[in-house]
């Protein structure tokens, strides 16, 4: 009876292993293992070389260089557009890129101050156009650092929000952006007392980070995550600043591109934060009705799991009691003496 019991204990094993399968899934998470910098899509002081020029990057509108100090995508003059793109396509499937800017303006602080600045990673590369000084309808990813808000909004500017172009879909400039949006955040990024930076990771059609550096030295802050976005292959890297009747200085510092290396699906290493991201692809939507599903059925797993776990070592324990019985009734009785194979019958 006992041992009838064992083996049908066993034989539900595999149905709450397979119930919690997606734990595993999530066990086999690839993380970033370690970066390499990638000089082509890098840029620092003094940006260009004796022919005025430099290998890797582009610039032009009214942008400019100061080779001690930044590249000046505008100045503090109304109808100003300026852009810096990488002269050659981003290969690296899964890569880093940070970058330290600077948006103020001089003199008087209560003056109005916009537009602002964007980040692109796009399939095309230095098209002039409305969107913060680039084209509109791009097809990949734009970031975009707004210090002028268009409408009333609820949350605070400057503002930091991500677009995922189709080549097809309009930037929504009159709402600056918020139906367009796959992610964004409020950061005071203008005058403060720390180098800003702007950190974006990308893991090919799998995940995006987009974490900001304003309040403290070495201290990131989360913006936005987003997971199961897909981006051209072989993207351009580039940047652009508008000024309007409102008017700042829009400064690109400095620009480190890495080439991020994965480890293997087993290693769990220096863990991607953002966990809770939504997941999206370029036609939208989201997964949270599977997700919520997949932790139904892990509960529902973990606790069939513990059930089982907990009826055989109950079967053990009388097992064992039956026995040390069965010892002590012979010890005293002798040989002949009598034995009991179950509980009940005793």
Not at 263 to 286: C, E, I, N, T, W
Request: glycine letters at 8%; proline letters at 4%.
């Amino acid at each position: 009876m006992l041992f009838k019991e064992l083996l049908y204990l066993v034989a539900l094993l595999p149905v709450g292993i397979l119930a919690a399968l997606d734990d595993k899934a999530k066990l086999a998470n690839r993380t970033i293992d370690r970066t390499v910098s990638l000089r082509t899509h890098s840029i620092y002081p003094p940006y260009i070389d004796q022919d005025l020029q430099n290998r890797w990057w582009d610039f032009g509108g009214d942008a400019y260089v100061n080779t001690n100090k930044h590249i000046r995508l505008t100045r503090q003059v109304p109808s100003q557009a300026g852009w810096l793109w990488s002269r050659v396509p981003l290969t690296a499937s899964n890569f880093v890129i940070e970058v330290e800017f600077k948006v103020n303006i001089s003199g008087d602080n209560n003056h109005l101050f916009g537009d602002g600045l964007a980040v692109w990673v796009t399939k095309d590369r230095a098209q002039p156009g409305p969107v913060f000084g680039s084209k509109d309808q791009f097809e990949g990813l734009g970031i975009f650092l707004d210090t002028y808000a268009n409408s009333r909004h609820p949350y605070a500017f400057p503002r930091i929000t991500g677009m995922l172009g189709d080549g097809k879909t309009s930037y929504d400039q009159e709402h600056d952006g918020e139906q367009n949006s796959i992610g964004a955040c409020s950061a005071n990024y203008r005058r403060t007392n720390v180098a800003t930076k702007l950190k974006i990771t990308y893991l090919r059609d799998q995940y995006l980070n987009v974490k900001i550096h304003h309040k403290a030295w070495d201290e990131w802050t989360d913006c936005f995550t987003v997971r199961g976005l897909a981006l051209p292959l072989a993207p351009y890297v580039g940047f652009s600043a508008m000024t309007g009747d409102v008017t700042d200085n829009h400064d690109i510092i400095s620009v480190t591109t890495y080439s991020a290396i994965l480890s293997s699906p087993d290693a769990q290493r220096d863990k991607l934060s953002g966990a809770s991201g939504k997941r999206v692809s370029a036609s939208g939507g989201g997964g949270g009705f599977f997700s919520w599903v997949l932790f139904f059925f892990s509960l529902i797993g973990k606790l069939f799991l513990a059930f089982i776990a907990f009826a055989i070592g109950v079967q053990i324990y009388r097992w064992w009691i039956m026995r040390q019985t069965n010892a002590r009734i012979k010890a005293a009785f002798g040989p002949g003496g009598t034995y009991f194979q179950d509980a009940k019958r005793f």
